[in-house]
């Protein structure tokens, strides 16, 4: 993206800025709307019509919240420990945040194109459990640390089949480079990584089955790790309060949402880049067939976008249509199911890579 | 050498979630594995039998709408039976009806929020909000007849307050057949929903004699397998004339009398109770509502117990009367108080995320447990 700018305006300041604010500009964006779309999508489902009251369709709602909590009094108990209990949001909040400096929103448009994208992605996000252990440890309330507790429990259970997962995608495109990924699966939908790939080839039709397992399982444990329904023990409202942020409020609070809505997009690009072909388009470019090839990285980060909310959507439809585990249960699907299919996926995966 | 451990003290409520007002629990947890339950109760005390005393009988009525808020329509009932039973009058047919129609809608709207509340404390919240807006369909029939929507006042001694709205009828048959839907969709959504059997399936399993030997009544008792209805076994008013039936608990999902058990036979009681409206709404005879009101009511010295199937159990009432206007003592018995006692052994060796849950199917009305 770096070179994109620079090239468009000649500056290395600008370009230089432009890079740096990109992620966090993308990480607001994507709460601002997520909150907005999580409250029309559940009245929807519900019966109900939502926000409507603040601009047109209730559009300006969450910016509205957004501004009361900057002018909330940020009372802090004077039980807790000051310093960690400062630090907990931000670290939360930077998990999330740094995740989106390797997400490539189309082939221009990536804050830093790192070789390991991948790996840097699955590593950075799983810092979040650091800040969520320290938010529950120093509110020095039960509910928060139980919240904890079973957070870090749940998130470093199901990073496991993810990573088996991405191990076995890994050892099949021979890449961790999220934008090399996406580039391979281009052009039409039939190359996407779902569909066992580019190369029309026998391997291509026995991939599909063990791809879409694949898929399943990933989707799974990425829910699981972006504390969604049904596996939202951690803040399960119902039996903790709030879980590990019970104790917080105003600004700080407003962190980890951002963050929780962050990780949500976030988690929904890694699957979407992994098996449905990232920023590609299902059915080729308009630049191409117009001769306007300046329009293409437009129309990458369009399709980008789009397959990231859909994927959103997904973990909110199931969020407002099914029940949650008990905190035992998820650990049973987790060590039981997951991980076990993710194993023999894995194996199957690396053999057929073979050929 | 083993760790010493310590057990940890957990204070849920009163300001919580889903104690479903203010209830306070306090849990002496072993890590998530729940060791003791103590309920803490009293929140709400409001001396509603220490205020009876001090008022005229048909005063008490409003008061005693205040207890069961979810089931205003029953207590109305339970009481103004009492009353009648004391004095020995004999309400018009037309009374009766409405009275067991009101009661049976009371019922459906009552399991409505039971129900609604059990799913949203373990997730579903989309199945609490449609049910809410079906409740909201009884609320408006009831408030379009006596003006309230929560606390009535309808039901008196000898009477009702108002005679029925000329939209009541046809009202309530487009709410029974619209109803049927819910129900099914209340099935597909929530009953038969394997995450929730999960969550409820063999969770507080409460067999038959020790639902007995703590007095429990209502879906409680009949989720444990116990088939017993006031409607049926102590025949109070016109009940007699209806055909209808008593689900009972069978351990579909896990054992007899789990939380799934009590989930369940409310949905089929509202079933049952849309089989009581629709043979009750075409049978409404003529006649005035207020011909058998007492001016003054000054009943006979003596005592009377009369109970009532309320949606969460046997609502009693003891009244003494001294020969004054006003009643010498007023005695309830409440079925959540009741029910609530056996809370603690349900709970002892679940995860914390089960006390939600079994409290859920249990279903408090906290503004009863204290009075």
């Not at chain 1, 890449?175 to 939908?189: G, H, N, V």
């Not at chain 2, 729940?34 to 005390?45: Q, S």
């Not at chain 2, 003891?318 to 009741?338: E, L, M």
Request: proline residues 4%; charged residues 20%.
């Amino acid at each position: 993206m770096y070179q994109y700018f620079y090239e468009l305006t000649g500056s290395v300041i600008i370009s230089t800025l432009i890079t740096a604010i990109f992620p966090l500009v993308n990480v607001l964006l994507v709460a601002l709307i997520g909150v907005y779309l999580e409250r029309k999508v559940s009245a929807w489902m519900q019966d109900r019509v939502g926000p409507n009251r603040t601009g047109p369709f209730g559009l300006f709602q969450t910016i509205a919240d957004f501004l009361k909590m900057l002018q909330k009094e940020d009372a802090v108990s004077s039980e807790v420990d000051k310093k960690l209990y400062n630090i907990a949001p931000v670290l939360v909040f930077a998990g999330s945040f740094a995740v989106y400096a390797v997400i490539p929103f189309s082939s221009k448009l990536i804050g830093s194109e790192i070789e390991v994208g991948l790996f840097y992605a699955l590593a950075v996000s799983s810092f979040v459990v650091a800040g969520i252990l320290m938010a529950g440890w120093s509110s020095n309330n039960k509910y928060s640390l139980l919240g904890a507790m079973r957070s870090a429990a749940q998130i470093v259970s199901y990073e496991i089949p993810t990573a088996l997962v991405v191990l076995g995608m890994v050892m099949l495109l021979g890449t961790l480079s999220l934008t090399k990924i996406s580039d391979m699966q281009t052009a039409y939908f039939w190359n996407w990584n779902i569909f066992g790939g580019p190369e029309l080839s026998v391997t291509k039709f026995i991939l599909i089955p063990f791809m879409l397992v694949g898929f399943v399982i990933m989707f799974i444990s990425t829910l699981a790790e972006v504390n969604r329904t049904p596996f939202d023990i951690p803040e399960a409202e119902s039996e903790l309060v709030a879980g590990y942020f019970t104790e917080y409020c105003g600004m700080k609070w407003a962190m980890f949402m951002l963050s929780e809505y962050g990780n949500m997009f976030a988690v929904s690009a890694i699957v979407s880049i992994l098996f449905f072909g990232g920023y590609q388009s299902p059915f080729g470019y308009l630049g191409n067939t117009l001769g306007l090839h300046w329009l293409i990285p437009y129309e990458q980060a369009f399709w980008f976008i789009f397959k990231g909310w859909f994927f959103i959507f997904v973990q909110m439809w199931l969020r407002w249509t099914l029940p949650r585990l008990r905190v035992d249960q998820l650990m049973t699907v987790c060590w039981k199911y997951l991980i076990p299919y993710a194993f023999v996926n894995l194996i199957v995966i690396g053999i057929i890579s073979l050929f | 050498m083993a760790l010493k451990t310590e057990t940890m003290v957990l204070n849920m409520g009163p300001q919580h979630p889903s104690t479903h007002g203010v209830l306070r629990l306090e849990l002496e947890l072993d890590g998530e594995l729940i060791v003791n339950v103590k309920p803490h109760l009293g929140y709400l005390h409001r001396c509603f039998e220490k205020h009876a005393e001090a008022m005229q009988y048909n005063q008490v009525i409003p008061y005693t709408d205040r207890m069961d808020y979810l089931a205003s329509m029953g207590n109305n009932f339970g009481y103004v039976l009492a009353v009648e039973k004391l004095l020995g009058i004999q309400v018009p047919e037309r009374v009766e009806y409405i009275r067991v129609i009101m009661a049976e809608l009371q019922r459906i709207a009552s399991h409505c929020v039971a129900l609604g509340t059990n799913g949203a404390d373990i997730g579903a919240l989309t199945p609490f909000l449609y049910l809410f807006r079906d409740r909201e369909y009884i609320l408006s029939i009831i408030e379009e007849t006596c003006g309230a929507r929560m606390l009535y006042n309808y039901m008196w001694v000898g009477g009702l307050s108002h005679d029925i709205h000329p939209n009541f009828v046809r009202r309530t048959k487009e709410f029974t057949s619209y109803f049927k839907n819910t129900i099914v969709e209340l099935d597909n959504l929530l009953s038969y929903n394997k995450i929730f059997i999960e969550r409820t399936a063999n969770i507080g399993i409460l067999p038959a004699d020790t639902a007995i030997n703590y007095g429990a009544t209502g879906p409680m008792l009949r989720g444990s397998g116990v088939k017993f209805d006031l409607r049926k076994d102590d025949t109070y008013s016109i009940y007699n004339r209806f055909d209808f039936d008593i689900p009972v608990g069978k351990g579909l999902q896990g054992s007899v009398g789990d939380s799934w058990d009590r989930y369940y036979v409310r949905v089929r009681e509202m079933e049952q109770s849309l089989r009581i409206i629709e043979q009750a709404i075409d049978q409404i005879p003529e006649g005035d509502v207020h011909s058998a009101i007492p001016k003054r009511i000054k009943p006979p010295k003596g005592t009377v117990y009369s109970r009532v199937e309320n949606p969460r159990g046997e609502l009693g009432y003891f009244i003494i009367s001294d020969g004054n206007t006003n009643p010498f003592r007023v005695k309830v018995r409440a079925p959540s108080f009741v029910n609530l006692e056996i809370l603690g052994e349900l709970c002892k060796g679940h995860l914390v995320a089960d006390v939600i849950a079994i409290l859920g199917s249990i279903d408090i009305v906290l503004g009863e447990v204290d009075r």
